[in-house]
């Protein structure tokens, strides 16, 4: 399955979700004692302040639970500083949402609320839609708050006491700059009204629901008629977004509690996807084959991507590269004849969000390309942590009309070690975590690699954790990972890896980069929210929710000292390979430094350095910094290691001819 994010009308993905999200996390992070029920429906007299009470004890369960969810995915730093930021989380989640409704207010004369409404008429599950309804209430209510278009989010937030903080500014000045005057109008004023949301049900108590029945008839002719002309346009879109939906009906018909541990705590995909618990399954999103390589067979736990050869039949594609059968002549399997003497090998790397390729689409915060298309590419992202694991540097094998925008072509390590030894089909494997650091690493997050010392294939495996052990909500250094649990945090981690990975693998240690780069890049540009970036940090820091406090800092000093302590902490790579060995694999170190060098190598090419950074966070590699990531690396390896990435195989051209895509991923 692969996710259209590129195109006009579906890239507009994930506003409506998102909003949906934000609110309700907001509402979860921020609501410390239960309130009074004060009846069942709001007038639409209603304040935004009164508004938000009145719904507080009847989404009690829900936010809780949505709560907890978000709490184990840890979509992203700044969603879990929410909860240590005193009633911040409400001043974000009000201003955010009053930027994208004001100005899309003003440059079209309608709301975010038109495309929310039309979406909840899709949704025949009492408890959906009545969450539905109380995301558009919660609209309604702040769009009623605004007195004029020249007053900002800011203002409006603070007006409606959801911000109370005056020194907390997301925009110095207002309108935005992308904002046409000639097109700036009054907003309308929105009356709230909603049914009554009292009985809104908890969303784990859904438990073993018929997924079908989560839907309304218009809303499945709906996907069936897009599903038809996508195919009748060679547009596979629509299938996909069908794909994903049904999928997060299962994650839900499920249960949530269940499901959310083995996705998001352990970092599996569903144990519905994965019958035998080999750790692969069929399934793309919810930690499926956008992150780990397909599996062939859901009832067979020894058959799997990556699993040694070891069927002399032929009869059996156990390690799921697509090479099956035997040769009539030699009587030779051919993946004996193939890929017998071509040292095959998987690529996995071991990282946080960056190496997961973390990216939020910028038209989700582009009031002027908000629309109801949004949740067409809003479940897939959503249920793969808004992470692009199929094109990041490492384990991309998608081609670039299915990836987040970028100036390259989609080629990473994984698709130039297929194209090395086309044996090596489906071998990757990527547990990056958003928010993870060593510690967690060691204590948590390496154990959801799959390997089998003495049943499965070699691997390369890169150990990529490059910000979170120096970044965090905090001001100060207090908070960052020290030298000495930094190496005992790696020692660990290498300690399990050695009983897990096959003799001949390698470990290649990426350095933690030098995030200067960030404010250097964007201090002159501008978000899509329409505000600069220096006001765009500064508001983060000031609610207490920005993921790299040391970096994203207009402070130079502060940049400074958090580059030192990672410049400190990478030392500890050096060390290691200094002063221990281990069986199984051995360890190589890519030079510190590499952030630089990628992003000299870019602009030398005549690349403009602000592409290579993520728009929105301002603080992800771009998808276009993972393929120089990817090029660079593998340009080094090549020249100082070529042992790790094996021979190239001779046969290349004939499995090619005989099994074509091998299966596809």
């Not at 929310?116 to 009492?126: H, M, S, Y």
């Not at 999103?285 to 032929?314: I, K, M, Q």
């Not at 390690?319 to 035997?326: F, K």
Request: charge should be negative; include cysteine; aromatic fraction near 8%.
């Amino acid at each position: 399955m692969s996710n259209k994010n590129n195109k006009s009308s579906a890239n507009l993905a994930t506003t409506t979700a998102i909003l949906a999200c934000l609110c309700l996390c907001t509402l979860a992070v921020t609501h410390a004692e239960p309130i009074p029920v004060r009846g069942a429906s709001l007038p639409s007299s209603s304040s935004a302040t009164s508004a938000l009470v009145a719904m507080f004890p009847s989404l009690e369960g829900l936010a809780a639970d949505i709560g907890r969810v978000v709490d184990m995915h840890k979509l992203t730093s700044s969603l879990r500083g929410l909860k240590a930021s005193n009633g911040a989380g409400k001043c974000v989640g009000c201003t955010l949402v009053a930027s994208l409704a004001v100005e899309k207010a003003l440059l079209l004369g309608e709301g975010v609320r038109d495309d929310i409404q039309e979406l909840c008429g899709f949704v025949k599950n009492t408890t959906l839609h009545n969450a539905c309804e109380v995301i558009d209430a919660l609209l309604g209510s702040v769009i009623d708050s605004f007195a004029t278009p020249k007053q900002s989010p800011d203002a409006i937030c603070r007006n409606a006491g959801m911000c109370t903080n005056p020194q907390c500014v997301l925009f110095p000045s207002w309108p935005p700059k992308y904002i046409i005057p000639s097109l700036a109008q009054q907003p309308q004023s929105v009356s709230v009204s909603m049914s009554p949301v009292a009985s809104v049900q908890s969303w784990s108590s859904m438990g073993t629901a018929d997924a079908e029945e989560l839907m309304t008839p218009e809303f499945r002719q709906l996907l069936e008629i897009r599903e038809q002309r996508g195919k009748s346009l060679g547009d596979d879109t629509p299938g996909d977004f069908w794909d994903a939906f049904k999928q997060l009906l299962k994650f839900l018909a499920g249960g949530i509690s269940a499901n959310a541990k083995t996705v998001f705590e352990q970092h599996l995909p569903m144990n519905s996807d994965d019958v035998d618990h080999d750790r692969y399954s069929n399934s793309s999103s919810l930690r499926g084959y956008s992150w780990r390589g397909r599996d062939c067979n859901l009832e067979d736990a020894t058959v799997h991507p990556g699993r040694l050869w070891s069927d002399e039949t032929g009869d059996v594609d156990i390690n799921c590269n697509g090479i099956v059968g035997v040769d009539k002549t030699s009587g030779q399997t051919y993946e004996e004849m193939f890929c017998g003497k071509s040292e095959p090998r998987g690529v996995i790397i071991l990282g946080d969000s960056a190496a997961a390729h973390f990216h939020i689409p910028p038209a989700i915060f582009n009031a002027s390309e908000l629309d109801k298309n949004v949740l067409l590419d809003a479940l897939f992202e959503i249920e793969n942590e808004m992470d692009w694991p199929q094109c990041s540097w490492s384990t991309g094998f998608e081609t670039s009309t299915n990836c987040p925008p970028s100036k390259l072509p989609i080629k990473s390590i994984y698709q130039r070690m297929r194209e090395r030894n086309r044996c090596n089909h489906r071998d990757y494997q990527n547990i990056g975590v958003n928010g993870a650091r060593t510690a967690s690493m060691a204590d948590n997050v390496m154990y959801s690699m799959s390997r089998n010392q003495t049943r499965d294939n070699p691997a390369l495996v890169f150990f990529a954790l490059i910000g979170n052990d120096v970044c965090n909500g905090h001001p100060g250094l207090s908070h960052m990972t020290t030298v000495a649990d930094f190496e005992k945090n790696v020692l660990a981690a290498l300690e399990y890896l050695d009983t897990q990975l096959p003799n001949g693998s390698h470990v290649v240690f990426v350095p933690l980069a030098d995030g200067q780069i960030l404010y250097d890049t964007l201090q002159n540009a501008t978000h899509p929210l329409g505000t600069g970036y220096p006001a765009f940090y500064d508001y983060l820091a000031c609610t207490g929710n920005t993921p790299c406090w040391g970096w994203m800092n207009t402070n130079a000093t502060w940049r400074e000292l958090t580059t030192q302590r990672a410049r400190n902490l990478s030392a500890v790579y050096p060390k290691i390979m200094a002063e221990h060995k281990y069986e199984h694999f051995d360890m190589i170190a890519v030079p510190d430094g590499w952030t630089n060098e990628a992003l000299q190598k870019w602009v030398q090419s005549g690349g403009n350095p602000i592409d290579f950074i993520e728009p929105v966070d301002g603080f992800h590699p771009s998808t276009t910094a993972n393929m120089v990531i990817s090029e660079m690396v593998w340009e080094w390896l090549e020249q100082n290691h070529p042992e790790a990435l094996g021979p190239v195989n001779p046969f290349n051209a004939e499995i090619e001819k005989m099994f074509g895509d091998q299966g596809g991923h």
